[in-house]
């Protein structure tokens, strides 16, 4: 399995090799598992209807009202256009949020500071069965997937790249790719081309890795930790910043 975190942004800004790559893996009979954000879509509308969009070490604050704005455009408006993405490049995806409802179970992060935003508790096996019954072809198709999650009191918002992480150890995925709008880990506009836990809470301190970078970097080495072969943070699929222990 090869997990692929894709930040709101990366969606518009994706170019043909990257689903001739995915198209590739899909070919070879790996499953791809896409998560994707909302980002900026998120905080353009909140900011258009006076909602807040204040963020807090990269994790978006989430009163109920901006949970419902963001739960409608993650399901309803990018995953079924990131799905016709994928289509027109001749890819099978199944949105699974639409078909099966949330992949993840999850509690609350800290809701007197973050509000309805939760940390994944676990996987729903159920939405997965029922996924997998639409599966009857050889070629597995790619499951797209966002970062909602079932809470204890109803949905609940988790940071993209946290719930890739627990997707990606909880599944036990050979490889995951943390893809943004920037070529890799930046440090003074240079792309790090490799970095370790001890080298990147250094850079932290320092605060040459600042805002959703920190967020991005925590859940990443939390996959290594858990297993997770392969981690990068890039632009590109085959290149950026390679993570390890």
Request: some cysteine; charged content about 15%.
């Amino acid at each position: 399995m090869i997990v692929i975190k894709i930040g709101g942004n990366a969606i518009s800004q994706l170019k043909d090799d990257f689903f001739h790559q995915v198209k590739e893996w899909t070919k070879e009979g790996q499953q791809v598992v896409i998560l994707h954000g909302g980002g900026q879509l998120i905080s353009s509308t909140c900011a258009f209807f006076d909602l807040p969009t204040e963020k807090i070490d990269g994790i978006r604050v989430t009163p109920p009202s901006v949970l419902a704005l963001t739960s409608h455009l993650l399901t309803n408006v990018i995953q079924p256009h990131f799905q016709n993405q994928l289509a027109s490049a001749g890819i099978p995806a199944l949105a699974v949020n639409q078909e099966a409802g949330p992949l993840f179970t999850a509690d609350y992060l800290d809701q007197d500071t973050y509000g309805e935003v939760g940390e994944v508790t676990g996987i729903d096996e159920a939405v997965l069965a029922q996924v997998s019954q639409q599966d009857e072809s050889d070629q597995h198709p790619v499951l797209l997937v966002n970062s909602l999650a079932s809470g204890p009191n109803g949905p609940l918002n988790v940071n993209a790249d946290s719930a890739a992480q627990a997707l990606a150890t909880m599944a036990s995925a050979d490889q995951l790719v943390l893809l943004t709008d920037v070529p890799g880990v930046l440090v003074n506009e240079e792309v790090v081309t490799a970095l370790n836990p001890l080298k990147a809470n250094q850079l932290i301190d320092q605060e040459l890795i600042t805002a959703g970078m920190v967020p991005k970097l925590q859940a990443a080495f939390s996959a290594l930790h858990h297993g997770v072969h392969k981690i990068t943070i890039t632009n590109h699929l085959g290149q950026g910043t390679k993570l390890e222990l």
